[in-house]
């Protein structure tokens, strides 16, 4: 079974509409990271989260991490082509204290139509 | 600073064959990792190493090798390549302990395998 589950699978939003992602986990959640993915390029650090309640922005995007929930959620305001891709959590749930061992999720896949 | 670079960006084996993958990282980190990426199955920790010299199994090791010669080299062999293993792979590389979650993994561009 996968520790790390990510929903939805994929998503397809009209340009300008906001989404969620969601990053839930079977066991404790220390450290919590945030990847995008184009095809055919590697995976893009977007944000890191290690604190329950703790909220981070990046233009558009805003990720939360809910430590009673054992989850993360990633939120897109007003969508746009460029935010299409593959969007990844990877976390450590052994307690390392350091991204040194990640897990990471099955990932996301977002379209953006025009 | 060129970052994480793979090479070869794209292959095609046949059954039976090997080849090596060559990941490098111009950024003195001290941990580098080999991941493969297949549908539905997310990233999966092939090998990791934690310094010059030094190797271990993550999650997936059966029929990969590595090595780390060097500490901004980290290659992964195939030494008689399966259908299985056809998959997209991922290098990555992390300082250790130092800065804690401040220190995320950087990842190269990819190696698109596949094995006929």
């Known amino acids: 079974s996968q520790e790390l589950e990510q929903s939805p699978q994929s998503l397809i939003v009209q340009e300008g509409k906001n989404l969620t992602i969601n990053c839930t986990s079977s066991k404790t959640l220390y450290g919590l990271y945030w990847y995008k993915q184009k095809y055919g390029e590697g995976l893009i650090f977007l944000m890191m989260l290690q604190k329950g309640g703790e909220e981070k922005s990046h233009e558009k995007i805003t990720a939360k991490l809910d430590e009673k929930k054992q989850q993360s959620s990633l939120h897109i305001t007003a969508s746009q082509p460029s935010h299409a891709g593959i969007y990844l959590c990877g976390a450590d749930i052994f307690g390392t204290g350091t991204a040194s061992k990640l897990t990471f999720g099955t990932g996301t896949r977002l379209q953006v139509t025009l | 600073n060129a970052g994480v670079t793979q090479t070869p960006k794209f292959r095609v084996l046949k059954t039976g064959q090997s080849m090596t993958l060559l990941c490098a990282q111009d950024?003195?980190?001290?941990?580098m990792y080999w991941y493969r990426q297949d549908p539905g199955m997310g990233l999966r920790l092939i090998h990791y190493?934690?310094?010059?010299?030094?190797?271990a199994k993550g999650e997936v090791p059966d029929g990969y090798n590595v090595s780390r010669l060097k500490k901004q080299n980290f290659l992964l062999g195939l030494e008689s390549a399966a259908p299985s293993q056809t998959s997209v792979y991922f290098c990555a590389s992390s300082y250790s302990w130092r800065g804690g979650y401040q220190e995320t993994q950087y990842f190269g561009p990819g190696t698109r395998l596949l094995v006929l």
């Open positions: 950024m003195n980190h001290e941990y």
């Open positions: 190493s934690v310094g010059e010299g030094t190797t």
